[in-house]
């Protein structure tokens, strides 16, 4: 497995990231090593919170929720996932499965011999999250998830596999506005929307993370949004580019470690053809006997996610009777737009339970 790492000079002088690094090298099937970078604060004896983020960020993410967690005396571990942030990135699309990503961040929570885990996941970090409780539920006290979900579509019809599939193939390469406009019409037929992601984030080789990140999560007037989003339509990057834009592109020095966040969105389990069906099965069997408090803090304005809570309050017998809280504006990335109101959910779970 060819693997790459990205220079720790692309980190230095980040604002509000002032983090020790922590690495842990955990080996892959074919034997390579893969080095896993986590952010370990707050005090060793805490209540420990393990933040997971998704895709195409980095626990870069958690820069606001990690002090005010660690001033509630919460012990807060966030991990990079391989192929993002600090942690190394394999470099081929084939790398990237459900499966595998599942399987290398349980050898990384094995060797650093976490538990009493306070779960807390998005995005992908939920897919995955979720998962590690199943494969290691001794080592969960419980669960806090937010804008994220346990795909499992078994009984999909096949015109929506084929319609999917035959997008997926022959459609051309939908622009950023174009897959933003089709994001932000979900719920609907979630399959056939989020294939506009697939799709963008696949053959985009050079994905302009930064700069995506840098207009969903940045405050702008109108008229800032449309002449930002005019100049990258005429191929103008940015000559000032954002602290936090320069942050989300941090860990990619070129397009070549960029095949984690684009091939990631392509694994979600969105259609019944997909490999992990049988694995997403087997997690929500396990779900609907997992007793341990596991609490939803969903976003009021997630188009991707929005109502997604339902499923788990109904099946989950750990979600009931818990005060699940509706996260106020928290759009996709709550850590970021809302991190005091995701900090409260998971505090009062630990402490009242």
Known sequence: MKILRTPESRFANLVDYPFDPNYTTVRTDDGSDLRIHHVDEGPRDGPLVLCMHGQPVWSYLYRKMIPLLVGEGMRVIAPDLPGYGKSDKPAAREDYSYQRQVDWMGRWLEQNDLSGITFFGQDWGGLIGLRLVVDHADRFDRVVISNTGLPYNPDLPDEVVKEVEKFRADAPTPTLVQMQKALSQ????????????????????????????SMMMEKRSNLSRAARFLLHNLGIGSPFPSELARAYDAPFPDPSYKMGPRAMPSQV?????????????????????????????????????????????????????????????????????????????????????
């Open 186 to 213: 979900m719920p609907g037929n979630p399959a056939t929307k989020f294939a506009y992601w697939q799709k963008f984030c696949w053959e985009t080789e050079d994905m302009p993370i930064g700069f995506m990140m």
């Open 269 to 353: 389990p969105t259609l019944p053809t997909d490999p992990s069906l049988e694995a997403q099965r087997k997690a929500w069997a396990f779900f609907s006997g997992f007793d341990k408090p596991f609490l939803c803090a969903f976003a009021d304005n997630d188009p991707v996610t929005r109502g997604g809570e339902a499923q788990f309050k109904e099946r989950v017998p750990g979600a009931q009777g818990l005060p699940h809280t509706t996260i106020q504006g928290g759009g996709h990335f709550v850590q970021e737009n809302c991190p005091d109101q995701v900090t409260r959910a998971i505090v009062d779970l630990i402490r009242s339970t």
